[in-house]
């Protein structure tokens, strides 16, 4: 077993380095990497960016959204959470498994203090708390064991980043179960920071193998493939909203110059359909307005820029752009 040392805070980069170390380093060893990222939004592979996100606040925040390639559900990461990854190659049938590969992650942390245990399918709790959840993904003969560990993290911006209104919201991607969560800082027999904490349980891990850390360093080019599937992939709108599935948005909101109903149908994260009802007067037709809306990203962004010159008013009455992006955003 050998580490691999990532000092980056960046999300996307991140999980590129993650991914690729996954699928491309030799298969005659297991390893370990520990990491932070700096606040984002990790989103399980089959689910729907926008259903899992405030996005108002996650836009206010800047929290970065990321798509990973493991099942589950979204996790909110910040300065104050270890990431580990735990890579293996296995022989035989390959199956989905949280118990095995795990069991060294619960034994290193009950060296810190941390009496933990695995809970339900796949969470680590303490005392009923949730404090990690886990995910996994196969590819060939190897394993990506995947979790957070929240250590020091600010917990009200986590139920904040996470707090949908899933009422607007129609879909089919995999929802995220809402569970009590809990750091495990005030649980440790010593005050140890994060970083601390990091190498005691990197330190512990291999212990428990009998063996000493020892790292795997990256050649260049192994670097330079990294950042090509971090620019290519991960730092892409197509990756982390494109590849949401379909989904329908519905809001409504009364005016004094009356009631708009907008309803979008939303697939690959591009607005395929889209109706605007109301008891509203205009002097155009908003079938125009429609119209326009349809093959737009379903982006605040792109929004923002495709009706950036349009007069509004002319279908609704005294509406600003900005009232009308929160009605389809909100």
């Not at 390959?94 to 933990?116: H, Q, T, W, Y």
């Not at 911006?157 to 009422?167: R, T």
């Not at 891990?205 to 991960?234: C, H, V, W």
């Not at 197509?238 to 708009?260: A, C, H, L, T, V």
Request: glycine share 6%; charged share 25%; proline share 2%.
């Amino acid at each position: 077993m050998k580490y691999l040392e990532n000092l980056s805070n960046n999300p996307w980069y991140n999980l590129a380095f993650e991914e690729y170390c996954f699928k491309n380093l030799p298969q005659d060893e297991d390893y370990v990497i520990l990491w932070i990222n700096s606040p984002a939004i990790i989103v399980g592979k089959n689910q729907n960016t926008i259903e899992e996100i405030n996005q108002e606040y996650v836009r206010e925040h800047d929290i970065k959204i990321v798509r990973r390639i493991t099942g589950g559900g979204a996790v909110y990461h910040d300065l104050g959470n270890l990431n580990f990854s735990i890579i293996t190659t296995v022989s035989g049938e390959v199956r989905i498994d949280f118990g095995k590969i795990n069991i060294p992650m619960l034994k290193s942390l009950e060296n810190l203090g941390i009496n933990a245990e695995l809970s339900g399918r796949n969470d680590l709790t303490l005392e009923g708390k949730k404090f990690s959840g886990i995910a996994q993904s196969v590819w060939k003969n190897r394993v990506l064991n995947h979790g957070t560990i929240l250590f020091d993290t600010d917990l009200t911006v986590l139920s904040s980043a996470l707090n949908v209104k899933k009422d607007k919201i129609e879909s089919k991607g995999v929802k995220s179960v809402k569970s009590r969560v809990t750091n495990i800082r005030p649980y440790l027999t010593q005050d140890l920071n994060l970083l601390t904490f990091k190498d005691l349980l990197l330190k512990n891990m291999f212990a428990l193998e009998g063996l000493d850390p020892t790292e795997y360093i990256l050649s260049d080019k192994q670097k330079e493939e990294i950042n090509r599937l971090y620019k290519e992939k991960y730092n892409t709108w197509d990756w982390n909203y494109g590849e949401s599935p379909q989904f329908d948005y519905k809001n409504y909101k009364r005016y004094p110059f009356g009631s708009i109903d907008v309803r979008l149908g939303i697939k690959n994260g591009v607005i395929q359909d889209a109706k605007v009802y109301g008891d509203f007067f205009g002097t155009e037709d908003v079938s125009l307005l429609q119209d326009k809306l349809k093959g737009s990203r379903y982006d605040r962004v792109a929004m923002e820029e495709l009706l950036q010159d349009e007069t509004l008013n002319k279908y609704f009455g005294d509406i600003s752009n900005v009232e009308f992006l929160d009605l389809l955003f909100e």
